[in-house]
């Protein structure tokens, strides 16, 4: 089993930054690549960044690449996911989630087996 707990979200304007946080506890999390989901109202969840557990690979979807960054702590069981240069469209509820399989490099959200509560990013223009 792994818990996972996210923090960091807020109400900010547009051009802003915000770092989100995920803190994993229970299994050897290091090992799993892990990866960042958002949900709006009304929409699907969507693979924003995910990255592989020695940070070797890091992935993300178009919309955010150049503004959004991934990074990991293995020795804190953290992932970090920055969010710069924000947009009103990136507003919505973000997700950690912990991939099924140790090394795994596919990014649908049914490839994870673990997910946190989620944080709210609101981002007002």
């Known amino acids: 089993q792994v818990q996972l707990v996210e923090s960091g979200g807020g109400l900010v304007q547009a051009g802003d930054s915000l770092r989100l946080s995920c803190t994993a506890s229970g299994r050897a999390s290091n090992i799993y690549t892990m990866g960042w989901f958002r949900q709006a109202p009304g929409q699907e969840r969507e693979f924003v960044s995910g990255?592989?557990?020695?940070?070797?690979?890091?992935y993300y979807t178009d919309s955010v690449r150049g503004r959004f960054t991934i990074s990991r702590d293995n020795a804190k069981n953290t992932v970090y996911l920055q969010l710069n240069s924000l947009k009103p469209e990136d507003t919505a509820l973000y997700y950690c989630a912990s991939h099924r399989r140790p090394f795994g490099n596919e990014w649908r959200a049914s490839d994870f087996g673990f997910w946190g509560q989620g944080t709210q990013v609101t981002v007002s223009s």
């Open positions: 990255i592989t557990f020695n940070s070797g690979r890091t």
